[in-house]
């Protein structure tokens, strides 16, 4: 399997604009999971899905994020407007319920200028 | 509020030695418990997860878990350069995971 896909793998834009990151779980993983790493705060949950279906979006930060999964094989995570705060590595897992074990994707690195 | 904690380091520990990395956790609820190693500018990976109360040994690498104090830590035995590396100690409760900000690894050659 090729593994968790993630993009685009770097993306900078200005503030103000819409970003849309986009994720590709591990065939047959039924939980999908979106993360933001920064420096100060570590590995902060955003939101994850069961079986497409948004079980818990509570640590998405504002009204900005949004987040779908419209089959499952793709998921993205849009923030519109972007600001300079939400530069970020943004990482999508993805899991089994026979494994319980997670796998993260490469990650995007997004700078908001 | 769920939370985990790692001694943020940074942790320098001489090459052929042993790294203790400690972790504690807030919920007794929380059942599983990982560790991952992420290497700069990568994603986390997964090193070992562990349910039972003791130890449970993977090669170099040996996770203990005390669920009376809360606390899970990780042992790496011989620890070599290419162990160095952030460590991200993770509970899982509800199918959700909480991680913990990582302790720094280095291992001097």
Redesign the interface.
């Known amino acids: 399997d090729a593994g968790v896909i993630q993009s685009p793998r770097h993306e900078v834009t200005e503030m103000g604009q819409e970003v849309t990151l986009r994720c590709k779980p591990i065939s047959g993983h039924d ?1 999908l ?1 979106w993360y933001r790493q920064t420096m100060m ?5 955003l939101i ?1 899905f ?1 079986n497409n279906v948004p ?2 979006d509570s640590g998405m930060p504002e009204d900005r994020f949004s987040a779908k999964m419209p089959n499952a094989s793709f998921s993205t995570l849009k923030i519109q407007p972007s600001e300079p705060r939400d530069s970020a590595v943004y ?1 999508c897992a993805s ?1 089994t319920d026979s494994t ?8 995007t690195r997004l700078t908001v200028l | 509020q769920k939370e985990v904690e790692q001694n943020s380091g940074p942790l320098s520990v001489p090459e052929g030695a042993i790294a203790s990395l400690n972790c504690t956790y807030s919920d007794r609820g929380s059942q599983s418990f990982f560790w991952y190693r992420q290497y700069s500018g990568k994603s986390p990976e997964l090193i070992m997860f562990i349910y039972s109360n003791g130890d449970k040994e993977d090669g170099r690498f040996t996770a203990q878990l005390n669920k009376a104090s809360q606390y899970v830590s990780l042992l790496i035995r011989d620890s070599q350069p290419s162990d160095s590396a952030t460590y991200l100690c993770a509970a899982e409760f509800g199918n959700q995971f909480y991680f913990g900000t990582g302790t720094s690894l280095t291992v001097i050659p």
């Open positions: 939980y999971f705060r570590g590995l902060e949950l994850y069961n079980i818990d990482f899991l319980d074990t997670q796998y993260f994707g490469p990650g």
